[in-house]
């Protein structure tokens, strides 16, 4: 990578965005004048995240097993793009950002990075990516709480959001059901577990019994033998 010109060229490109990000980090911005200047001493174009698009599209397209590489691109931009306020609920980027939280392995602790920056809050695919990354690591409640805050936020399209969580809900209804059965199932096993056992262990007043009976049995059968001599 480090001799082909096509990477070498979007690191150029990409750089202005991640100088701002450095910049804008570490400074306290207070007005629109203040960030528009930063923008412009870092040569920030109208729109960096085209280059960043094309970016991951040509390095998955030309090394499609680096991904590692693939994986550090993907950070980079959303670290660095979080930081620019118009693309809070840009389409391209939120959906960058899904697929980035997605992909890592503590998926749900970059979905709260990404809530606590305001990404992608009014939109639909953020919150349903969200919950679904919640309900596979079965914490069945976070989604649920997911889905509410979805709701409350009003996030577009809503028809999506609310048909999402009647499915969530109708699962999670399935689940108890299935799991109340397996729990009457494991009592019923235990109930028949004890009879048996109660039935192949006698008490010792029955052996006594048992006992008893046996030795009169055989005291009569002497008694007879002796008669019949």
Known sequence: METDQTFIEYESRIRPSEYYTERKSNSNLVTRKDVNRLLKSCRVDKDPLVHWIKYIAY????YPFEEETIWRINHRCVCTLVYHDQYKFDKR???ICVIYADHCQDSLKRFQYLYKMEVGLSMAMMWMSWAWVAEKRGDYSLARDIFRKALERKAKPMNVVQERFKT???RMKRRDEELSALNDTEVNEIDLSKSSKGAERPSE???NTTSARKSQNKVSTVQRSVTCY
């Open 59 to 62: 390095v998955k397209e030309r």
């Open 93 to 95: 980027f939120v959906r």
């Open 168 to 170: 969530f809900l109708r």
């Open 205 to 207: 007043n029955s052996k």
